[in-house]
């Protein structure tokens, strides 16, 4: 085989999910479309490592900083969703019922990696509460890192003064009781609210 | 052959495997530590629920494919989630020292039903919120102990004497695990360990963290040796410890 062929097979197998096999049929792909393809997608690859970066402010990945969002005027500018990772603040943005900003910690507390207050973005979010935020709103994951992480935080934004709330748990859309965890079910049970 | 088996375990830890499993680091009564793939539990909150998260006393049932292969997640019901430590932010520092602690002193399918009992039950108190610092350092003088490691703290290694005895500062010998009384310390480098400290460790092991007082300096001296008997015998720190830090420092 070629050494650039096995060059990139080497390379793609890297990436997660892709073995040996994969990365050698991804290979004869590129190598069977037409040539434009092949520059594209490398361009595209050099596009995505050139020009993305993290939001100074939000720590969003984008080709600006400010990101789009922080930009937009037509966010509400009062609240802020604290998310662990990009991937969660995607999620909630294709939820299409958040209209705030954001905030991405780049990571959660974790007692078993040692990874402390040091290493998550936030004293940068602290540093973000000025006058005109009302809510933080974590969104945090549910397990314990992220329990971890959003207990951290609440103390911190509190001594700011500003509102805390913390994301909802319970039972999924289209979720069967009989099916849900007992751990899962007593947190539906206690974060249960009046029906409007 | 594979055979099912039904165990009842504490989740020790876990970690990512592939694009959507877990490998699950489990500690039970009668099979002690062991690990099992617990397959798609990231992708599928379905199959597994809230029942791996850490600290969770859950209900197993597992794959067992033999000697040296890695066992199979069927299916886990929750027992206890543990729920209230995850409440508190000290407490899920103090959860995460203890599983981590004990994971670190048994190997894998070690006897364990002490040391199951042990994490059972510190888990419970830690439920009523973070144990006391005193309440900690017997804790690891217990997993020392459970591990064959318990510090030789009666009387001075080389020649006897007993401790407390006599005046002058005594030191504890890291290579051979147990304190040196002034005179057979002399000429070697070893960790000083005053007498108030052997005292509190004394009265630790006699009358348990309820009916034990000192004061700050000397718990400081008891944290950081027993840190260093316990990194000796590790051959690393470990991370839970350098979370706790962190935390007191904020």
């Known amino acids: 085989m070629a050494d650039a062929m096995q060059r990139l097979i080497g390379l793609l197998r890297q990436l997660p999910s892709v073995g040996e096999k994969t990365a050698t049929r991804l290979v004869f792909h590129i190598l069977s479309s037409p040539p434009d393809y092949g520059h594209a997608l490398a361009q595209a690859v050099a596009d995505v490592v050139e020009r993305v970066h993290p939001c100074r402010r939000c720590g969003n990945l984008s080709e600006t900083s400010p990101c789009s969002l922080c930009a937009d005027p037509r966010r509400d500018q009062s609240v802020i969703c ?41 004293t940068e979010l ?7 935020v009302r809510e933080v709103i974590l969104a945090t994951s549910a397990s314990v890192e992220g329990e971890a992480t959003a207990l951290y935080l609440k103390k911190r934004i509190e001594q700011a003064g500003v509102r805390v709330s913390r994301i909802a748990s319970g039972i999924p859309v289209g979720g069967e009781l009989e099916y849900i965890d007992r751990g899962t079910l007593a947190l539906a049970l206690s974060g249960r609210r009046e029906m409007s | 052959m594979p055979r099912f088996v039904r165990t009842e375990a504490i989740v020790l830890s876990r970690r990512d495997l592939g694009e959507s499993d877990r490998i699950i680091q489990f500690l039970s009564r009668e099979r002690g530590k062991f690990s099992a793939v617990a397959p798609a539990a990231r992708k599928s909150r379905r199959r597994f629920g809230g029942c791996l998260e850490l600290f969770c006393y859950t209900r197993l049932r597992v794959v067992d494919k033999g000697p040296n292969r890695l066992q199979r997640l069927e299916e886990a019901v929750l027992i206890d989630g543990h729920d209230k430590i995850k409440t508190d932010l000290v407490a899920i520092g103090h959860a995460g020292y203890v599983s981590e602690l004990i994971a670190a002193f048994l190997g894998e399918e070690d006897e364990a039903e002490s040391s199951f009992d042990l994490l059972s039950a510190t888990l419970h108190c830690l439920d009523q919120g973070p144990l006391s610092t005193v309440s900690l350092r017997l804790l690891e003088l217990s997993v020392l102990s459970l591990a064959g490691f318990a510090p030789h703290l009666g009387s001075c290694l080389a020649c006897g004497t007993e401790s407390l005895a006599g005046e002058g500062m005594w030191a504890y010998d890291h290579s051979r695990g147990g304190i040196l009384c002034t005179s057979c310390a002399s000429g070697h480098e070893n960790q000083n360990i005053p007498v108030e400290v052997q005292c509190f460790f004394r009265s630790l092991r006699q009358q348990g963290s309820e009916g034990t007082s000192v004061d700050p300096q000397c718990m400081h001296l008891a944290r950081s040796l027993l840190a260093k008997i316990i990194d000796s015998y590790l051959g690393k720190p470990l991370k839970s410890r350098e979370f706790l830090r962190k935390l007191a420092g904020v």
């Open chain 1, 126 to 132: 602290v540093d973000r509460l000025g006058s005109e």
């Open chain 1, 82 to 122: 604290v998310v662990e990772k990009v991937q969660d603040l995607l999620a909630v943005e294709n939820s299409h019922e958040y209209r705030g900003l954001y905030h991405v910690l780049g990571g959660a507390l974790s007692p078993l990696e040692g990874k402390g207050p040091d290493q998550i973005r936030a």
